[in-house]
T-cell receptor, first 111, second 115 residues
Framework: SQQGEEDPQALSIQEGENATMNCSYK?????LQWYRQNSGRGLVHLIL?????REKHSGRLRVTLDTSKKSSSLLITASRAADTASYFC???????????FGKGTHLIIQP | NAGVTQTPKFRVLKTGQSMTLLCAQD?????MYWYRQDPGMGLRLIHY???????AKGEVPDGYNVSRLKKQNFLLGLESAAPSQTSVYFC??????????????FGAGSRLTVL
């Protein structure tokens, strides 16, 4: 079963606006990661936040984690057409047994 | 530096046929994974390997077998393909950027259609 559930399933905004997508998960985690998938391509790692961290930044990306609510959010600021993609959250228990992915948010940036 | 390479990229099979998907990584990663991606389902883990000669089952292992004879290669086999195995298959490999931080590098995917 899926660990993470992204919300919304789809999001369409104008170029230059900020995009926020959310992820909820069910069990305790060691870290939570966000990945991007462009159409027809593999997933690319964006950012990792550990369970003892509350916020992390990387360029135009800001990730928050609330372990009490078992939720995370990904904010993309000043969106660009190239940000059009599907975004997935993935949780890890800290072992080598892989990540558990959500179903993804499909983001469309309108020029 | 190619990263993770999957072959073939596309394949059409008839029900009951067998095939093998090959994944190769040149990053000396210890861990390798096979996921399948279906519309509306996200990615689900089929099998994984934590080192040469080891394999383990993931969330949806039925109907698949894997082998990791060499550290750089991870093979996914379908012995008797079924239409339910129509999917896009992704291979990934990983390192631990720091303890507990398992970051995956994905291949471009292999689209399999079973008629």
């Amino acid at each position: 079963s899926q660990q993470g559930e992204e919300d919304p399933q789809a999001l369409s905004i104008q170029e230059g606006e900020n995009a926020t997508m959310n992820c909820s998960y069910k069990t305790s985690i060691n870290n939570l990661q966000w990945y991007r998938q462009n159409s027809g391509r593999g997933l690319v790692h964006l950012i990792l936040i550990r369970s003892n961290e509350r916020e992390k930044h990387s360029g135009r990306l800001r990730v928050t984690l609330d372990t009490s609510k078992k939720s995370s959010s990904l904010l993309i600021t000043a969106s660009r057409a190239a940000d059009t993609a599907s975004y997935f959250c993935a949780t890890s228990g800290g072992g080598a047994d892989g990540l558990t992915f959500g179903k993804g948010t499909h983001l469309i940036i309108q020029p | 530096n190619a990263g993770v390479t999957q072959t073939p990229k596309f394949r059409v099979l008839k029900t009951g046929q067998s095939m093998t998907l090959l994944c190769a990584q040149d990053m000396n990663h210890e861990y390798m994974y096979w996921y399948r991606q279906d519309p509306g389902m996200g990615l689900r883990l089929i099998h994984y390997s934590v080192g040469e000669g080891t394999t383990a089952k993931g969330e949806v292992p039925d109907g698949y077998n894997v082998s990791r004879l060499k550290k750089q290669n991870f093979l996914l086999g379908l012995e008797s393909a079924a239409p339910s195995q129509t999917s896009v298959y992704f291979c990934a490999s990983s390192y631990f950027s720091r303890p507990g931080a398992n970051v995956l590098t994905f291949g471009a995917g292999s689209r399999l259609t079973v008629l």
